[in-house]
């Protein structure tokens, strides 16, 4: 398969070269310099939207861009509807404008056969229409991807930008001309291209040095990068959390895109994060009458030309079988693409054979949607289950009416946590949204609120003890998940927590790996860990692929196990938040094992290393009779360590201090910058406050750097911080 990579050369406009903020200063007449901060703001912000390529930092447009806001404040009558400034208009409408479309905007006919299949029966109509036979040449396409967004038309008069508006019914739209303005990624003017390509086009037309026509309307998708969804919708759930009154968060990036784009104010609309590809062309005026390009790929090149975004997965493809290739290698990427497509695009290359084949049913008989399987479905949810994972993590699960989706046939949803349950309302009986994406966990996106039923479930409430072995179900400060308390004995988790237990820096049993585990908890020979110490020669020689050899080695590496130490067994118990280092503070504080289990949450915290959130982990783990018992089972079993006298006890240096972290520190994470002020007795909490003592605050802080300034509290970075531990 041809893959031209000629979408990724840039050019800079003439002249941009040469003029600097510093000299647009020295430009005497205030025409002069509003088309100079013009050209420098365009070119910028082309550099910084389309190719994710900035020159200058935020700060430096930014001092531009107010510097042609302050000229344009002095002299009103410069303004223009292609200025930098006027991307954000603030005027609220009372409804759109209805638009005609100088040429319709066509939809593509869809190719139901979502198989490989589907580029063979689009080759076979297009040759048989062009009245090609066997022996003649094969038939050149272009493949694009189909983005799942909202169409626009984009029409340009002398390279400005004078409307957009929506697809409409094909030959009506509505005119969404201001908030389109507030998308980056569209050019407000045209720039023409400086010089020739640096790679010229293969298809024999210097598309790259085209000059712009009079007219020129673009066609393309507005879309929401998955990335910024999510951050569209964190901000979302966080207003929801202050009790903002008509919030919401939004199902799915096109329908937040879509909304975007028909908000009648355009403020809002400039809130959301908007991006654009150009992918055709409406109605075009040259000088001379046409546009001299002999295919589409050609007519891409141009666009990338003009300042237009263009997908980088364009490719040529000759015949159906680079059409198939086409298919299968955007299927095997689509999960990978920072946003949404529901299926590749393809058309005849030629200008030419595309007039030749002309339209049927006012569809193009020159190009095809070839969709992938869907990744949304509706269907019902039956039940809502708990499911308890390997390392102890509840989650919610629904239950579903079977539907099929992403390619596969879906029972079972996740509804992640009790929170995202009941934010997104699931209940027993709703008519739900699915989505599955690739090898993606399918999750229930929404509730369609129409077809609710009229007595619903109950709003879903994660239960306290573990739905498999009855042990306490706990939530910790700032944590979203609750988790099962029994992990020496839940079956859930029976195999990591031998994994655990075996592995090298706990008590270590050499040559119990995952497989060897797999089979002895899957053949019910081990139910707890004190099986382990149980089995004899009998039970393992029974198991697949195991000589009486391996079945010693097994046994020997068990007797010397025992014989271990006390951190390394505590740390060996799986504890959550007791790694190594923490069971080493244990051991050397309190001597024996029995003195820890006895520990009161005070006498714990007083440990190097022990926080409020170890210290309560340690004693809901011992508070559980069965976890006791798996212990003393265990010692049963033979093992054993030396002991000693506590040690002695020294004041800590942050006791009673409470410290916030925010933003990047130059050595530690936060979880390690947390670990050492919780060693030292202070309490970090996860926002500002007045009883906040300290901010940790490293690079990129945010609203919480704001917050203590306003405040008055001590702010403060990782070397001061040091020198605090120090004492």
């Known amino acids: 398969m041809a893959n031209l990579d000629l979408f990724s050369s840039s050019n800079q406009p003439p002249g ?39 020159q200058i930092p935020d700060a430096e447009y930014d001092r531009l861009f107010q510097q042609l806001q302050k000229l344009e404040a002095e002299h009103p009558e410069l303004v223009t509807p292609d200025s930098p400034t006027q991307r954000v208009m603030g005027t609220v409408l009372d409804g759109f404008a209805s638009v005609k479309h100088a040429v319709p905007m066509l939809s593509i006919n ?47 008069e002398h390279g400005v930008l004078v409307q957009a508006a929506t697809r409409g019914d094909g030959e009506m739209g509505e005119d969404v001309t201001n908030n389109i303005r507030t998308i980056g990624q569209i050019p407000l003017k045209l720039q023409a291209p400086a010089r020739p390509a640096e790679r010229g086009s293969l298809l024999g037309e210097n598309a790259s040095t085209l000059p712009i026509p009079q007219v020129l309307e673009v066609r393309g998708e507005v879309y929401m990068r998955r990335d910024d969804f999510e951050a569209l919708n964190e901000r979302q759930r966080e207003k929801i959390a202050r009790g903002d009154k008509g919030e919401k968060t939004f199902v799915n990036p096109r329908n937040a895109a879509a909304g975007a784009v028909r908000q009648l104010d355009s403020k809002i609309a400039a ?55 086409y298919h299968q290698r955007i299927a095997a990427e689509r999960d ?42 509706m269907t019902h949810v039956l039940a809502i289950d708990v499911q308890v994972g390997r390392t ?6 629904a239950k579903l009416a079977p539907v099929f989706v992403g390619g596969v046939t879906v029972t079972n949803a996740t509804l992640h946590n009790e929170d995202e349950a009941r934010r997104k309302d699931v209940r027993v009986g709703d008519t739900v949204i699915v989505r599955r994406a690739g090898d993606v966990i399918p999750e229930i996106v929404s509730v369609v609120a129409s077809q609710a039923p009229h007595a619903r479930g109950e709003v ?55 497989k060897l585990v797999e089979q002895l908890v899957d053949a019910n020979v081990i139910r707890t860990l004190p ?26 590496a068990l007797e010397k196990s025992k014989h271990t130490t006390l ?127 300290y901010l940790l605050a490293g690079t990129e802080a945010g609203s919480k750097l704001d917050k203590a300034r306003e405040l008055g509290v001590a702010v403060i970075d990782e070397a001061q911080m040091q020198a605090l531990l120090a004492g």
């Open 16 to 54: 941009q070269q040469n003029i600097a903020g510093a000299a647009i200063n020295n430009v005497a007449n205030p025409l002069q310099q509003r088309d100079a901060l013009h050209q420098q703001l365009h070119y910028h912000a082309h550099r910084y939207y389309v190719l994710d390529d900035p």
């Open 110 to 156: 869809t190719e139901t056969d979502t198989e490989a299949t589907g580029a063979q029966n689009f080759d076979t109509r297009v040759r048989k229409a062009l009245g090609l036979g066997d022996a003649d040449p094969a038939v050149e396409y272009v493949a694009e991807l189909k983005f799942d967004g909202l169409a626009i038309n984009l029409r340009y």
């Open 271 to 325: 809130q959301r994060p908007l991006s654009f590809f150009a992918y055709g062309v409406g109605e075009v005026v040259t000088a001379d009458g046409a546009m001299p390009l002999s295919t589409h790929y050609g007519l891409l090149q141009a666009l990338k030309s003009w300042g237009f975004p263009v997908a980088d997965q364009v490719n040529i493809a000759v015949a159906a079988t680079q059409l198939i290739a």
């Open 336 to 377: 990978s693409l920072p946003y949404d497509i529901d299926g590749v695009v393809y058309k005849v290359n030629s200008l030419a054979q595309q007039q030749q084949l002309g339209f049927v049913s006012r569809e193009p008989r020159w190009a095809v949607a070839h969709k992938y399987p869907a990744q949304e479905q």
């Open 392 to 397: 102890g993590k509840l989650t919610p699960v």
């Open 460 to 514: 879903f409430t994660m239960p306290h003890q573990c739905p498999v072995c009855g042990s306490a179900a706990v939530r910790e400060e700032d944590e979203a998940d609750y988790r099962c308390t029994g992990g020496l004995f839940c079956s859930a988790q029976r195999k990591e927590a031998i994994l655990h237990f075996a592995q090298r820096r706990a008590v270590e049993v050499e040559g119990l790996g995952d």
């Open 531 to 556: 099986d382990l110490y149980r089995l004899g020669l009998t039970a393992l020689a029974n198991l697949e692929r195991m000589a009486d050899k391996s079945a010693n080695n097994l046994l020997q």
């Open 567 to 693: 951190p390394r067994f505590l740390f060996g118990l799986g504890i959550r938040h007791v790694g190594e280092a923490t069971a080493k503070e244990l051991a050397r504080h309190f001597g024996s094992l029995d003195a820890i289990m006895d520990a009161t949450v005070e006498q714990l915290l007083e440990v190097a290393d022990v926080g409020p959130i170890v210290a309560q982990s340690l004693r809901t783990f011992f508070d559980q009779p069965h976890n006791r018992e798996v212990v003393e089972q265990l010692r049963a079993c033979g093992l054993s360590w030396a002991e000693g006298a506590p040690a002695e006890q020294t004041p800590k240096p942050l006791a009673g201090k409470t410290f916030v972290i925010t933003g990047t520190l130059p050595t530690l994470s936060r979880d390690q910058a947390k670990d050492q002020l919780e060693a030292a007795g202070a309490k970090v909490a996860g926002s500002v406050s007045k009883k906040t003592d």
